[in-house]
């Protein structure tokens, strides 16, 4: 009886010791949102971006969200579809896709980052693990100087929607770019207006769910491009922004109201050691596979 056991156990602790180290072996998903003017497969950006983090990091799950049926869609509704309905949209794919049910960490791109910051905020479940923002605009924008596709059309008429009136409704409602334009002359206005930046940012007083879940992250990594000639204020990538009621001065996060007071749990994570601000030279979104693979990759693994 003795001899059946013991050799019942040395077939069995080897299957479950490699059962284990496959378990732990497991890499953690990642999910990626491109940025304004992108597509979810673009085979320049996002598609590259995916195939590089597959073939770095065998047997990982990338899923590259698409807002919309195919890639014009997808490419269409960064400019013109309400935030926070594509937020809700991410949300649902989350929490339906059975590959992400135990956690998956999130990279966004551009304004991607800031995107991805509102579905760690609002949709705690699947956990976000490690949120990663590549040149993502935290505090918002107060200026448009190069829009992808200089020479369309789409960009002159962004351009002088938000010259008309950025804090409009009907511009709100239906210009991504205005969702997180934030005048540091019209703070009130923004305050009271912006349906989407200031919500998440906490402007109109603290939602303890997106702070509790916020600082559910193992780290929330901020790269700014030292270079940067798209973003304005380019220190924006880093949660500053200018100092208010002037377009001149900037400040870093730590010196602003909403780290001061503590409206995010953003002073308790950088005191955590959660915050991770990283600097690249180079203008807005332009990294080498080196760079990634030294400085990104291992937030990935």
């Not at 949102?33 to 085979?43: E, Q, V």
């Not at 950006?45 to 047997?59: D, L, N, W």
């Not at 590959?99 to 949709?123: D, E, P, T």
């Not at 409602?173 to 940012?201: C, G, M, T």
Request: hydrophobic letters at 40%; charged letters at 20%; glycine letters at 8%.
């Amino acid at each position: 009886m003795c001899s059946v056991k013991m050799a019942a156990l040395r077939v069995a602790v080897p299957l479950l010791l490699g059962l284990c180290l496959h378990c732990a072996a497991a890499a953690v998903p990642l999910v990626i949102w491109h940025g304004m003017g992108d597509s979810c497969c673009n085979p320049m950006s996002m598609g590259y971006i995916k195939k590089m983090v597959e073939a770095k990091i065998p047997g990982i799950y990338v899923l590259s969200l698409k807002i919309g049926n195919n890639m014009i869609q997808d490419m269409q509704n960064s400019f013109f579809m309400n935030v926070n309905d594509q937020v809700s949209d991410v949300c649902g794919q989350l929490a339906t896709d059975p590959r992400l049910q135990g956690g998956y960490n999130a990279m966004g791109f551009s304004q991607g980052g800031q995107f991805l910051r509102a579905v760690a905020q609002r949709c705690p479940s699947p956990p976000m693990l490690n949120l990663i923002s590549i040149g993502g605009q935290h505090q918002g924008v107060y200026g448009f100087p190069r829009c992808p596709g200089e020479s369309s059309h789409v960009c002159d008429w962004i351009r002088k929607m938000l010259d008309l009136g950025a804090y409009t409704q009907a511009v709100q409602e239906h210009l991504v770019q205005a969702e997180y334009w934030h005048d540091p002359l019209k703070e009130e206005e923004y305050r009271k207006n912006s349906v989407f930046l200031a919500d998440i940012n906490q402007e109109r007083g603290v939602n303890e769910t997106y702070k509790k879940n916020l600082m559910a992250l193992k780290k929330f990594v901020m790269v700014k491009f030292l270079n940067d000639t798209m973003v304005d204020p380019p220190i924006s990538e880093w949660f500053g922004f200018y100092k208010s009621g002037q377009a001149k001065e900037t400040i870093p996060l730590q010196e602003t109201s909403l780290y001061k007071e503590d409206r995010l749990g953003l002073q308790e994570m950088d005191k955590a050691g959660k915050l991770v601000f990283l600097g690249v030279a180079g203008d807005h979104l332009h990294v080498t596979e080196e760079w990634f693979d030294s400085t990104i990759l291992p937030f990935l693994q």
